[in-house]
């Protein structure tokens, strides 16, 4: 069955550090991936999706993402964390040929320390 | 921008009562879904619809749950009887030709 893991529940990092947060998906196909950003009592915003081509992939608020087929994982990464960047993170697999569904991980909380 | 708006923002209900969560999508978007997310847990699928018909739905969306798209802009999520389990944020989607969902900000409902 399809799955995504995010194997970091909660990840803490200096305000300024780099960041990079984990995700792998289980997955037949070619997968489309999507990382989602939520803030506390707040909706999901996408950050980047990968649907083909180029394996790196820039989104918005600074944030960039690298498709590995062989390793089956779609890693989240910031150079430069801002305090504002603290939310909960989820990856996700769309899955085209079930009603274009997301099997989201479980997410992975970000704590930034000033 | 164009977003996806959901009403109401909470809706506290008696167990074995029906509730109607409701969604605008993006105006010219197609493809429409419902999630749903148990505090404390992930994000789960219920529903995807197009073409004023289900095209997918979970073990989670039975009998108790229907969709509907009641006019050329709303989208609705009904819980027939409201079962305790039933406490959730519940998320509308929509999404065009480039398979993006794009998420509105969610319906708490508490079951009492």
């Known amino acids: 069955a399809q799955s995504v893991t995010q194997p970091d529940i909660h990840i803490t990092v200096s305000e300024g550090a780099s960041l990079e947060l984990r995700c792998n998906y289980s997955?037949?196909?070619?997968?489309?991936l999507f990382w989602y950003v939520q803030s506390p009592g707040q909706g999901l915003q996408l950050l980047l999706k990968?649907?083909?081509?180029?394996?790196l992939v820039q989104g918005i608020k600074g944030f960039e993402a690298e498709f590995k087929r062989s390793q089956s994982s779609f890693n989240l990464r910031k150079p430069s964390v801002h305090w504002s960047d603290a939310a909960e993170y989820f990856c996700?697999?769309?899955?085209?040929?079930?009603?274009?569904?997301?099997?989201f991980g479980a997410g992975t909380i970000l704590r930034v320390k000033s | 921008e164009p977003e996806v708006t959901q009403t109401p923002s909470h809706q506290v209900t008696q167990m074995g009562q029906e509730v109607i969560l409701r969604c605008v999508p993006i105006?010219?978007?197609?493809?429409f879904y419902w999630y749903r997310q148990i505090l404390g847990q992930k994000v789960e699928f219920l529903v995807s619809?197009?073409?004023?018909?289900?095209?997918?739905k979970s073990e989670i969306f039975d009998d108790q749950f229907s969709v509907e798209r009641p006019d050329g802009s709303n989208f609705t999520l009904k819980i027939r009887s409201t079962k305790l389990e039933d406490s959730a944020m519940y998320f509308c989607?929509?999404?065009?030709?480039?398979?993006?969902?794009?998420f509105g900000p969610g319906t708490r409902l508490t079951v009492l």
């Open positions: 989607a929509s999404s065009g030709d480039t398979n993006e969902q794009f």
């Open positions: 997955y037949g196909a070619t997968p489309y």
């Open positions: 990968y649907f083909s081509g180029d394996t």
């Open positions: 996700a697999v769309g899955l085209m040929e079930y009603g274009n569904k997301l099997v």
């Open positions: 105006s010219n978007h197609l493809y």
């Open positions: 619809f197009y073409n004023n018909e289900i095209s997918e």
